[in-house]
Structures are given as C-alpha cells and as structure tokens.
C-alpha cells in the first residue's frame, strides 16, 4: 500500500507554514488529504479556523463519507462500511485521542502508551480485528495509511467498504504535547521575574501567596523531605511589583515598582537581600513621575537600572531611565528619552533596549550598546519598542512589540549578527489569531542547549506544533515552532537543569487535557528535545527516584559510550556503572545527595538526558 510518499511529504511541506484563515485550511493542517478531495461542502471555507480541530475533522469526513454512493459495493462492504461509520461516528463523539509524546511534529500515532487507539486504529478493533490493530502498532505505530505495507492490512481494507485513501483521509496527525508541569498551587498573580540559583528557583512578581505559603512578591520553589514546594524567600517579602532580579556578590537585587523591602523603606524601586536582611539602594525622585525599574544587570561587576524614572531633585547630575550604583547612590551614565525595558550582556557590552529614540540626543532608534564609556549604534536600530534581549549563538536576539506606531515598519522577532538586522518574525500579520494587538509583543527570550525559546502575548500556528504565548526557535534549521498552549501572557523563562521555568499571567495550559498552572509552569525540556527519536531509543529510568541503585534501560539497541550525572547546575558528579546487558545499564547514585540531578547517556547519535531523583 505504499504510495505516492514523496508526493505526500512535498504537500506535507508545502501546508507548512499556511495560515489558517478558515475551517478547510485547519483541516488541512490535521490531514493534508483535504487538499485532495472536491465538492465539499461550502461551510467549510465559512467557518472560522480552529486551532487543533481533530474531533471537528473527525465529524465532517463522517458526514461526507456517511453521503457518497454505496451501490458499487457487495452488500459485506455496505454492512461492514456501515458498521464503521457508526462506530467512528461514537469515536468522535468521545473526543478522546491519542497523545504523541515521542515526536516534535504533527504526526499519526496509532496507538498511544495509554493505551488510546486512533481513529483507524478503532475502527480495526471494533471490527473485530484488535490483533491486526496491535501488530500494526508494534511495527508501523507512526506511519501514514498510505506508506503501510502488511497483507492483513490491505484484506482488512479491502472487505471494509471503504477506498484506502478515504481510510487515510480519516487518520488524523496529532501534535506533539508539551508537558507542562503544575508547580503545587502556582501563584496568586502574575510572575515577572524567575532566577535559578544553586538547585533552587527563585520566582518574583505581584503576589501574596505561592502554594500554601504566605509570599510577599517572592518566593522560592525548592526540593525538601517531602517533595518540590514553595518556602518564602526574604521573611515578608516586599510590598508591590518585582519585576527583574539579578545575583550580585552572592546577594539577590530586586527591581520594580517596590515601595518597601522587609522593614526597610524603599526610595528607587531596588532592594538587596544579604541573606539576613533587606536594605533599600539609594534614591530616585518620586512625585507626580513614576520610579519603575523594569531591569537591573551586572556588568563589569557594577550594578546597573533600567526602567522609568529620574534622578533625586538634588543629585549632581541629572539623569533619568538608566543609572549604575557607585556603592554610595545611583549616577548618571546616560539618559535615554523614553523607558529602558531590558538589558543584557552581549559581545562584551551591556544592551539596552526599550521605547528610546535617543540618548543624550542622539538617535539610537529603541536599542543601544553601553562599552562602560559610551553608547553604539547597533546597525540602524529598530522601529519597534524592544521588550526582550538575549545573547544565543554569537547573535544579539530580540523581542518587540508586533505593531509600530504605523503600524507598517515593525520588527516583532530577530537577530543582530554584529552587522545587519534579520528580521525572523515581522508583524502581526505572522501572528494570526492574536486578538489583543495593544499588548501583542515577544517579552522574554532563553538560550537553553536545545533552541532559543520566546515567550509573550501572541498566537504562532506552524505545522505539527501550534504555539500560543510560547514559541522555539531552532538555530539549526532556522525554524520557528509553535511550543505550548498557554491561555494569557508569558512575562519570564528560565532554564535549569534540563527544565525550562515559565511565568506570567496564565493560569491554563490547553492541550487534550487542560492543566492548572496558576502563573509557573516548567517544562523538561531535556526529555522533549533529545536524542530519543533520533535513536529510536525510548530510555527509561528506574526506580526513580533511587536510593542505592537506579537501572537505565533501551528498549532498542544503543552504543552508549559514556553515562554522566550532573547537579542542576552543571556540576559533574561521581557515578559508577556497568553495562547488565540487553540495553541496560545499573548505575551507582549511593554517593549523590538527595535531590533531583540530571542523567546525560553519551551515544554514537548524540546525547541523551533524562532527570534522575535520588533519595535516600
């Protein structure tokens, strides 16, 4: 039954990167084979897109199917035919799919490991047929109808009523789910701000409560006896928004609109935690103007703000939207026009980017590079407010706003090489779906060994993945990907350990089953982005968590050269281990601590990850 497979990929490919602007074009996206048939029905391209519409689809090839003529068939095909219709008919009606977890592409899965039959799949067993359903999931479990070669298969078709291309009209793709994980009760508002440091996660932004625990705007998410939970992190907090932190000589520098630290008053919206205590850095002028910091960096080993604000009435030297700290108070190095919304160090200079034309009175257009004496263009600039930075592959990255004040001229996604701009995402138009365009922006970005991830308020549709405030960009293909469903705005991402941390003001993520996430989420992106599909590995750990020994298991062969356990933050850790035999290998963790660390497997095909919990 193996046919016309190239033909399918090249139309796979070419819907790719299609828009859906109505009903038919999301069909397409869950079954090219839509593009093949004629006559359909006119609702179709009346109604509007859906963003993963497997059961719509599933219903309307039943309605089509359920109308074409039947009088070429024996009267077996017609009552088999029959029978199928109505059970496909129950299937959709269920709404209950199978997932594909081994894949980052819509993709067929026959038969998940939940044991969840796909369409076909059900149709096979309810006729009777589940051993034929079983062997073509053991041996062909992600293959397309089509590209199928088995004679059981092809009597089955050929007795069931129906043509194998409308078999494979009926098999959906499904795309691949992300794994987002419930941190306890999350928080009570939104998270702006999240810094790993030293195996825990310190998260920051407008809350009074992370979990069960009384929280005043931060928080720490750590591992103890019991598990992962939230303790509180600088006794009581502070009062209002933390929207940037930043480690600083071992102490933690909070920015934003901060009004009091602990017991200490707060004068320039930046506090320090020692450890102890919290103390308040200097002073900017409060009055009728706002003193919001939106980022605070190290640079050169100095403490530098970033936001809307301006100096004390009687500082020295007026400036205003950017200071360093001299240890004593807050000085001018320059004065950007409008705020400064992000800062990061890049080819050894701090970047500044934001909603400036100028600084100084000279045009930089909305992004600046700080050498510690003087302020450089970057190319021609931007022409739209930057939200994000992030320094990935020898490349300065940036988010923006997706609109212009034109509306016209604007850059929502992009790299500077050190030479020219490469816009990678323009406007709004390659947002589509997004209906809050005030606020349509990219507002953060994260370098993690497995792509560049972006975060913020749009919607991104691409083949196989449909992203909705998170995207990934992968550097060696130059592909965007559609990471996640997340229902409101993402602020923060991090990565840790494998993971990547996720805040901001969602509370769900969508997928077939929608989670609670209440502001933090993370995601092992270590497990989704390995080598597994590449080895057609499919590794397992166990027991896990272990406390004497743990066994890594192949379920095919692998070449494994090389097993390595690190902590959370990159720490080597001395293991042993020996090779069992028939794919698997027991290791020693009876020397590591308690924890969670990560399992790096060295292979002929790449490097394989998976977290391993030790508790003893």
């Known amino acids: 039954?193996?046919?016309?497979?190239?033909?399918?990929?090249?139309?796979?490919?070419?819907?790719?990167?299609?828009?859906?602007?109505?009903?038919?074009?999301?069909?397409?996206?869950?079954?090219?084979?839509?593009?093949?048939?004629?006559?359909?029905?006119?609702?179709?391209f009346e109604l509007p897109a859906e963003e993963n519409p497997i059961q719509t689809h599933l219903f309307w090839v039943h309605r089509i199917l359920s109308e074409r003529p039947v009088a070429h068939l024996t009267p077996v095909q017609r009552k088999n035919r029959l029978n199928s219709l109505e059970s496909l008919s129950g299937y959709a009606e269920a709404g209950v799919f199978p997932k594909n977890l081994y894949h980052r592409q819509r993709q067929p899965v026959f038969i998940d490991p939940y044991n969840t039959y796909c369409a076909v799949g059900h149709l096979i067993k309810t006729s009777g047929h589940d051993p034929l359903a079983r062997k073509i999931s053991k041996q062909m479990n992600y293959a397309y109808l089509l590209d199928m070669e088995m004679s059981e298969l092809d009597q089955w078709v050929a007795g069931s009523g129906f043509t194998p291309e409308e078999l494979a009209w009926i098999q959906p793709g499904y795309p691949s789910i992300q794994n987002f994980r419930a941190m306890k009760e999350g928080t009570n508002g939104p998270v702006y701000s999240i810094h790993p440091m030293n195996g825990e996660v310190l998260v920051a932004g407008e809350f009074d409560s992370a979990g069960v625990a009384t929280a005043g705007s931060m928080s720490s998410w750590i591992s103890g006896v019991a598990g992962y939970g939230w303790i509180p992190f600088g006794g009581t907090g502070v009062d209002q928004e933390v929207f940037d932190m930043v480690e600083w000589n071992g102490d933690i520098v909070v920015g934003g609109n901060i009004w009091q630290a602990g017991s200490a008053g707060v004068a320039s919206g930046v506090a320090i935690w020692d450890g102890t205590q919290w103390q308040g850095l200097g002073n900017f002028y409060v009055g009728a103007l706002p003193a919001w910091v939106y980022d605070v960096e190290v640079y050169n080993n100095e403490l530098y703000a970033a936001g809307f604000f301006r100096s004390e009435v009687n500082a020295s030297v007026y400036f205003q939207n950017f200071a360093k700290w001299d240890g004593t108070e807050w000085v001018a190095v320059g004065s950007p026009d409008a705020p400064v919304t992000a800062m990061t160090v890049h080819d050894g200079k701090l970047i500044l980017g934001g909603s400036f034309q100028q600084i100084d009175g000279v045009n930089y257009d909305h992004i600046a590079a700080y050498n510690g004496t003087a302020f450089e263009n970057l190319g021609s600039g931007l022409p739209t407010d930057v939200k994000a930075l992030e320094s990935y592959n020898s490349d300065l990255f940036v988010g923006c706003r997706a609109l212009s004040g034109s509306q016209q001229d604007t850059f929502a996604f992009g790299y500077y090489d050190g030479t020219q701009w490469t816009r990678l995402i323009g406007d709004y138009w390659q947002f589509p779906?997004?209906?809050?365009?005030?606020?349509m922006a990219v507002n953060a970005l994260e370098a993690t060994p497995y792509g560049l991830f972006a975060g913020g308020n749009f919607t991104y549709p691409t083949f196989g993945t449909y992203g909705r405030n998170l995207f990934r960009y992968n550097a060696a293909t130059g592909a965007i990907e559609g990471f996640g469903i997340l229902d409101s705005t993402v602020h923060s991402l991090a990565?840790?350990?494998?993971?990547?941390?996720?805040?901001?003001?969602?509370?769900?993520?969508?997928g077939p089953v929608p989670v609670a996430l209440n502001h933090m989420t993370y995601v092992d992106i270590a497990a989704?982005?390995?080598?597994?599909?590449?080895?057609?590995?499919?590794?397992s750990v166990y027991p896990n968590p272990a406390s004497t020994y743990a066994e890594l298991s192949f379920e095919n062969p692998v070449h494994v050269k090389d097993i390595r356990v690190t902590s959370v933050i990159g720490q080597t850790l001395p293991i042993s281990f020996n090779e069992e035999g028939n794919g698997k290998y027991s290791i020693d963790v009876s020397q590591l601590s308690s924890g969670t660390h990560v399992l790096s497997v060295h292979t002929d095909e790449g490097v394989l990850e998976r977290k391993l919990m030790v508790s003893h």
């Open 495 to 510: 990565y840790a350990g494998g993971d990547l941390y996720i805040g901001g003001d969602f509370k769900t993520s969508y």
């Open 433 to 439: 779906g997004s209906t809050d365009l005030q606020h």
């Open 1 to 44: 039954m193996k046919t016309r497979i190239l033909f399918a990929v090249l139309v796979l490919m070419a819907f790719g990167n299609v828009q859906a602007q109505n009903l038919y074009e999301s069909l397409k996206g869950v079954n090219a084979r839509w593009a093949y048939e004629k006559d359909l029905p006119k609702d179709l």
């Open 528 to 539: 989704a982005f390995s080598t597994d599909e590449l080895l057609g590995a499919k590794a």
